[in-house]
Structures are given as structure tokens and as C-alpha cells.
């Protein structure tokens, strides 16, 4: 009863999949993506797409993503939408910042992308445009990722938050009281090792296609940046990750652990040991 039931939610939504990509016009950048990927398929070999591909990537989305926030602070009139105008963001700060960040990106993120090439050389993850995924199915494929990888963070941070690491790992990432965009990836290594590790679980689940990487990326990259910028909108809440997901693996798990009176009490002692340990538990903690 319970899989028939499911098999129809699946086959509808594939169907609502079918035809609203039915409806939607043809995308007139396809051809000149076809070819760029042809030719880049052509002149480079499947371990300097995944890796230096993967890093051109990581590194031109991130930027990106970051420089409207940047660009914020030069303009007179956003000024009135900053959240803390008692805390400016200044060169110090965003220097500092932006020398960890090429530190962790070249340093640590890089070798674990080098591992993506063994990845899809060991899983036969194709590279061609014809067994690439349409974009309904990326995105579903990013979503599941971002549940895997969302409940993985909710766990490893409230961790990571435990008084006794606290200082000695995560306090970087804290380190900012008015954070800005930029600060995203702005960690201990350790952590970035340690948090990032959760970006590949949902990878090795659904990845049919190296595209799956990429978009996965953009898909991450979006999120964590933009639940940067607005880190003070989120404050004094016993969450300690209140990304989207995190706060559905959160109702979940809440929901799970008061079905009897055992574990509620395990619920309350887990909250009252955030409330004691409140000194390494910032107010901008309830984010990443
Ligand atoms: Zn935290």
C-alpha cells in the first residue's frame, strides 16, 4: 500500500515534470552550451575538468554570489537595509577574511576536488552532453543533497558547539559578530574538512553525471551565502543551524525525539546543555 502510494506521488510528479518543461520555451543558450561543453569535453582530459573545472567553478560562483553584498557598502542608498549599523564592515575584516578564504579554498578544498576525478573514474560518472541530466532532474538531485547534507551539518555543528571543541575549532567561524556574505567559508580548517565532508555524501547517493557537481556547487554556494548575510535576522534561537533544511531536520528530529517521555527528557538536557554552554554559543551561532 505504502510503495503503490509512493509510486503514484513519483509518477505524478514526473509527469507535472513533463509537462511544465513541455510548456516552458526551448532555452536559447543550449546550442552555445552544447558547444562549449563539446569543446571542452575535445581539448581537456576528464581529470582537468573534474578537478580545475571543478575549482574554476567553485571559485567564479563563490565571488560571485559574494559581490552584490560586497558592492552594498560603496552604495549611500542600501545603506538603510544593513541590519547592525552600529557595526561597520571594514578592509580589516574583509582582508582578513578573503586571506583565510584563499587559504582554505587552495589549501584544503583543493585536495579534497582532486579526489572527484578518482570519484567519477571509479563510478564510470560519464562527462557527455548526451547523458547529461535534464535540469528538472538536477534539481531534484541537488534538493536530495541538500537534505543529506543538511542533516549531516545540523549534527556535526551542534558538535562542533560542544564546550569542550568549541575554541578550538569552530570560535573562527564565530569570529565575525556582524558577518557579511563573504564569511561563508570563513573557518578552521579542520572545519572545513570536517563540515564540508557532508557536500560528497549527496554526490556518491545521486551522482549520474559529473553536471551533478557543479550544479550541487551553485546550488550550496547560494544558500550558505545568502544565510550569511542575513545572520542577525536569525539570533537567539536554540537552533544552532537554521538554514532551511536545517530547520525541517530540526522539526523532524524534534517531532521524533518527544514520541515518549525518555526522550524528550534527552531533548530538554541537550537544550539546557546549549544554555549553559552560551558563552561558546554566540548569538550568531544559530548558523552556520
Ligand atoms: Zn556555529
Given at each position: 500500500?505504502e510503495?503503490n502510494s509512493t509510486a503514484t ?17 526551448d ?9 562549449a561543453w ?6 581537456y ?5 573534474a ?9 567564479a560562483i563563490y565571488?560571485l554570489?559574494c ?7 560603496f552604495?549611500p542608498?542600501m545603506?538603510?537595509y ?8 571594514t578592509?580589516?575584516k574583509?582582508?582578513r ?8 579554498h587552495?589549501?584544503i578544498q583543493?585536495p579534497?576536488i ?8 571509479f563510478?564510470?560518472i560519464?562527462?557527455?552532453?548526451d547523458s547529461?541530466p535534464r535540469?528538472?532532474y ?14 549531516w ?6 558538535l ?7 575554541k578550538?575549532i569552530?570560535k573562527?567561524?564565530?569570529e565575525?559578530t556582524?558577518?557579511f556574505?563573504m564569511q561563508?567559508?570563513?573557518a ?6 570536517i563540515l564540508?565532508?557532508?557536500f560528497?555524501i549527496?554526490i556518491m547517493?545521486?551522482c549520474n553525471h559529473?553536471?551533478l557537481l557543479?550544479?550541487?556547487v551553485a546550488?550550496?554556494l547560494l544558500e550558505t ?6 545572520t542577525?535576522?536569525h539570533?537567539?534561537?536554540v537552533?544552532?543551524a537554521n538554514?532551511?533544511f ?7 528530529i524534534?517531532t521524533?525525539?518527544t514520541?515518549t517521555?525518555g526522550l ?5 538536557v ?6 549553559q ?12
Amino acid at each position: 500500500m505504502e510503495v503503490n502510494s509512493t509510486a503514484t506521488i513519483l509518477s505524478s510528479a514526473f509527469l507535472a515534470v513533463e509537462y511544465v518543461d513541455a510548456v516552458l520555451p526551448d532555452n536559447p543558450l543550449q546550442p552555445s552550451l552544447q558547444y562549449a561543453w563539446g569543446y571542452v569535453n575535445e581539448n581537456y582530459t576528464k581529470f582537468q575538468i573534474a578537478t580545475w573545472g571543478s575549482l574554476i567553478v567553485h571559485e567564479a560562483i563563490y565571488f560571485l554570489f559574494c559581490l552584490p553584498g560586497f558592492l552594498f557598502q560603496f552604495l549611500p542608498f542600501m545603506q538603510k537595509y544593513k541590519i547592525q549599523q552600529d557595526k561597520p564592515e571594514t578592509w580589516e575584516k574583509q582582508w582578513r577574511c578573503f586571506k583565510m578564504l584563499l587559504f582554505n579554498h587552495f589549501c584544503i578544498q583543493l585536495p579534497m576536488i582532486c579526489g572527484t576525478y578518482h570519484f567519477t573514474e571509479f563510478f564510470s560518472i560519464p562527462y557527455d552532453w548526451d547523458s547529461m541530466p535534464r535540469w528538472p532532474y538536477l534539481l531534484a538531485q541537488c534538493l536530495g543533497c541538500a537534505v543529506i547534507e543538511d542533516t549531516w551539518h545540523y549534527f556535526l555543528h551542534r558538535l562542533l558547539h560542544h564546550r569542550s571543541i568549541y575554541k578550538h575549532i569552530h570560535k573562527v567561524h564565530h569570529e565575525f559578530t556582524a558577518p557579511f556574505g563573504m564569511q561563508a567559508e570563513y573557518a578552521h580548517p579542520a572545519e572545513t574538512v570536517i563540515l564540508g565532508s557532508g557536500f560528497f555524501i549527496g554526490i556518491m547517493v545521486f551522482c549520474n553525471h559529473v553536471t551533478l557537481l557543479w550544479a550541487w556547487v551553485a546550488f550550496r554556494l547560494l544558500e550558505t551565502i545568502d544565510v550569511h548575510r542575513y545572520t542577525h535576522t536569525h539570533t537567539h534561537t536554540v537552533n544552532t543551524a537554521n538554514t532551511p533544511f536545517s530547520l525541517f531536520v530540526e522539526k523532524c528530529i524534534s517531532t521524533l525525539l518527544t514520541t515518549t517521555r525518555g526522550l524528550q527528557l534527552s531533548l530538554t538536557v541537550v537544550l539546557w546543555s546549549d544554555h549553559q554552554g552560551s558563552a561558546a554559543l554566540p548569538a550568531c551561532c544559530s548558523l552556520v
